[in-house]
């Protein structure tokens, strides 16, 4: 990190504490380089840079000064639980099509990428990783190629469990399979503990590939509402379990995807005991547990698993290697028949991206990178939350996760999210409406956003533009 984005980040840290209100004038340039013992072009390559964010603004012969927040706090969503039945009903998934209409809007390198179910390809360590691959295949034994086919690369499982071991989890090595990407894990797993037609219990708002997944497998949804702090709604599971035959839950505990939420630690226990209670396995999606924003991670359902009853899919796609597509799952009691299923299916990840990762994980720095892409996230997050504030309608609701790259906006009830899309479009902004997220396409007056790409000048304008769009509604 360059001298002057450290200093952006501690004046932006100091913005978001309150140290800086709206509307105070920060430090002269002058006094900056002074104090903070920097030179007047760094200062000013941070202002800038913090102009871009949208955190300050310059005032004619005055200064810089911290931007006026809109007049209105932008609270919280309303539990999902407390604005639909909380009764849950089985759904035939038929939702490809619409994701297929948002996903092509991201063709466009030019479109604003709030849609986007990635972070910056800028903020991932790419050079380091090349070197890692080069060196990789260099090294390589020929026999490496077959001997790693099913399981995977044994010096990668080796160090995703000694993370998993930091984590609080003892896994045996033989319990992980190496898969392309966290899809294909997900995936497995289901195929693994159903067949078509069966109730499948997701989340509601739910990722958009878990309803692509379950329609693919001529599986049924059963819709579990999800609150936008403390996540899924154990009363309304524990209701379908007694009433419905599941015979598989798919849930993020942490940084659920698109709300954010994550469970605390007695929650997921109690997920586990009620799961354990009626012998439901459960396929917990993980993939967001690197980046949250504390100082301490957040523990696994899979941490309180007593007999194998939980699949624990996770994926380096979000939070190092998205082009890789290197994920895993911790398969539990049903390690065995994912295996199988996998080498009937696609056998194996690449081979030497698995070997370049493994060699990053343990030579490159892994754990310094993590550091810098959640400070990131949480200073990209504090923008889009600030500038919301400012050009948002004022009775808007957006989620305050406390980690990875999304927020929910709950728009008036006036707002057609599905329009505003088409709309935003149509000015090269994209975003993700709510229908997506649901079986049923509900949220309606909904939409995630991506605050994973560095926040500038164009960022701001593209919110600017949103709030235009939504005044006319």
């Given at each position: ?14 913005i ?16 900056a ?6 030179s ?32 209105h ?11 639909g039945?909380?009764q ?9 099509e619409l994701?297929?209409?948002v ?9 604003v990428p709030?849609?986007s ?6 903020l ?7 070197r ?8 390589m034994?020929?026999?490496?190629v077959?001997?790693?086919m099913?399981a995977g690369?044994p010096?990668l ?9 930091v984590?609080?989890?003892?896994l ?14 997900l ?10 037609g ?18 693919r ?6 819709e579990?509402p ?18 419905l ?12 995807n698109?709300?954010?939420a994550?469970?605390s ?43 194998g ?22 398969g539990g ?13 696609t056998i194996?990840p690449s ?18 990178h ?31 996760p ?5 927020l ?13 899309f088409?709309l ?7 975003l ?5 997220f ?16 560095p ?5 701001e ?9 939504l005044?006319?509604?």
């Open positions: 990190m360059k001298r002057y984005e450290k200093f952006a980040d501690e004046i932006a840290e100091s978001r504490n309150g140290v800086l209100a709206p509307g105070e004038r920060v430090p002269s340039v002058r006094h380089s002074r104090t903070y013992g920097v007047p072009s760094t200062v000013f390559q941070a202002y800038y840079l913090l102009e871009d964010r949208g955190l300050i603004q310059a005032r004619a012969r005055s200064g810089y000064f911290v931007r006026e927040h809109a007049k706090p932008l609270h919280e969503p309303e539990s999902p639980v407390e604005r039945p909380r849950a009903q089985t759904t035939e998934v038929d939702v490809s994701v297929f209409s996903l092509g809007s991201l063709k466009n390198p030019a479109t709030f849609g179910a990635f972070p910056s390809p800028y991932f360590p790419l050079a380091r990783l090349a890692s691959m080069a060196q990789s295949v260099r090294d034994p020929p026999q490496a077959i001997a790693d099913t690369n010096d499982r080796r160090q995703i469990a000694l993370r998993y071991m984590a609080g989890v003892r045996p090595m033989d319990e992980l399979v190496i898969t392309n990407g966290a899809m294909e894990a995936n497995l797993c289901l195929q693994s503990v159903t067949r078509p069966d109730l499948v219990a997701i989340e509601a708002p739910a990722f958009y590939a878990t309803l692509q997944v379950l329609e497998l001529k599986l049924k949804a059963v579990i999800v609150h936008p702090r403390e996540g899924i709604d154990l009363e309304s599971l524990a209701d379908s379990l007694q009433r035959p599941i015979k598989a839950c798919w849930f993020m505990s942490s940084l659920q698109p709300l954010g994550s469970m630690e007695d929650k997921k226990r109690a997920l586990y005991e009620l799961l354990h209670g009626h012998q439901v396995p459960l396929i917990e999606d993980d993939v967001y547990a690197e980046l949250y924003y504390g100082t301490q991670p957040p523990k696994p359902v899979k941490s309180f698993d007593r007999d009853l939980v699949m624990h899919c996770g994926s380096f796609s979000k939070s190092l290697a998205p082009g890789y597509r290197v994920g895993w799952v911790a009691r049903y390690a065995e028949q994912i295996s199988r299923l996998k080498l009937m299916t194996s081979v030497p991206a698995q070997a370049a990762i493994a060699d990053y994980l343990q030579h490159g720095g892994y754990d310094r993590l550091r810098k892409l959640r400070h990131a996230l949480e200073m990209q997050q504090g923008a889009m939350l600030a500038s919301a504030a400012r050009h948002f309608p004022a009775s808007t609701r957006v989620t305050r406390t980690g990875g790259y999304f929910w906006f709950e728009f008036p009830e006036r707002v057609d999210s599905l329009q505003l088409q935003a479009l149509a000015q090269g902004i994209s993700a409406p709510g229908p997506i649901s079986a049923t396409r509900r949220f309606g007056n909904c939409a995630r956003l991506n605050h994973g790409h926040w500038d000048a164009g960022s304008r593209a919110m600017e533009t949103l709030g235009l769009i005044a006319t509604f």
